[in-house]
């Protein structure tokens, strides 16, 4: 027996939102929660089981409450609403589900710019996360990694950044490579344990299904069906860039993330970075999010701290 649609009254324009142009945005939330939405004029409709109206419901006051407030609905603000609509359980381009052992829930974007990097780490063979620190590009990033290595998508997630510090030469460090390693990957780390947990990470990295290394460790190397990840990537050289991302292999992805603002290089023009963009942006298989100040999640202070240097940055550019 057929359930009988429920009515969702709405303003035109809340209605319209919903329903997106061409239909777009009612179909994401109806592939995200297993629902039939329709606008028959002054709402609308929403036909499924208990569970999925629910969630759609939550969705779609989500996007009310943006009209309301006088802004424009994008397909990244319904990737968003449909995200913090999900139960920890479910998956896909705007939730990563957090392996056992992490911190609980799925891992949403936050902002419209994290959605649409989502979606990019989801579409893309390489996938450029361009921004100031608190942002979420690396966590995002490290989690879609996880999250295909958790699926068996890919059989490694690698991680590499450039140990600037110590100008890639760790031999003067005690201890074995691990050891000389670890205190610069150390946010890697931290990122890592909360997304698949302390013990999973043990096992997984024992077993060399997770690694961690600086870039210098890269030269030479083919990263078949692997997830790479090139962290701080500011503080690569252009060789350096050009040597890394010529490392993928078959079946393998790429995201590289990195603030061109923050270069602890002696010349900031030498970074791959902002170089590799300019000439890899728009080339097919290659996608760019660009985040800004209002895209920063951790505290508060981080933002207005964020906003005030890129003041200070314009004011002497101007002079």
């Known amino acids: 027996m057929s359930r009988p649609p429920e009515f969702l009254p709405l303003s035109d324009d809340a209605a319209r939102a919903v329903y997106g142009p061409g239909g777009r945005h009612a179909a994401l939330i109806e592939d995200a929660f297993k629902v039939l939405i329709e606008t028959p004029g002054g709402g609308v409709s929403l036909q499924g089981d208990a ?3 629910g969630q759609a419901k939550r969705a779609i006051a989500a996007l009310e409450a943006l009209i309301d407030s006088g802004s424009d609905v994008s397909e990244a603000d319904v990737r968003v609403a449909v995200g913090e609509a999900r139960p920890a359980a479910s998956g896909g381009p ?3 589900a957090r392996a056992g052992g992490g911190r609980q829930g799925p891992v949403s974007p936050k902002t419209a710019t994290q959605a649409r990097y989502m979606d990019m780490l989801g579409r893309h063979d ?8 608190g942002t979420g590009k690396t966590f995002l990033a490290v989690a879609h990694g996880a999250g295909m290595l958790m699926r068996g998508d890919v059989d490694r997630l690698i991680v590499t950044r450039p140990a600037v510090e110590a100008g890639e030469k760790l031999g003067f460090l005690p201890g074995d490579l691990t050891e000389k390693v670890d205190p610069y990957m150390a946010p890697v780390w931290e990122a890592l344990t909360q997304i698949v947990g302390t013990e999973q990470l043990r096992r997984r990295r024992d077993k060399g299904e997770i690694e961690v290394a600086p870039i210098a ?4 190397r083919t990263l078949a069906h692997a997830y790479v990840i090139v962290d701080e990537a500011q503080n690569t050289s252009r060789l350096q860039m050009k040597m890394v991302l010529t490392r ?4 393998s992805r790429m995201a590289v993330t990195g603030d061109p603002s923050q270069v602890d290089l002696l010349n900031a023009g030498d970074s791959g970075l902002a170089h590799a963009v300019s000439i890899l942006e728009g080339v097919e298989g290659v996608g760019v999010t660009r985040f800004t100040s209002d895209d920063v999640v951790r505290h508060p202070m981080v933002a207005r701290i964020v906003k005030a240097y890129d003041a200070d940055a314009a004011k002497r550019a101007g002079r």
């Open 217 to 220: 460790f890269m030269r030479g």
């Open 94 to 96: 705007a939730a990563v």
């Open 126 to 133: 390489v996938t450029f996360g361009l921004g100031p620190a």
């Open 248 to 251: 993928l292999g078959e079946g």
């Open 51 to 53: 569970r999925g109206r």
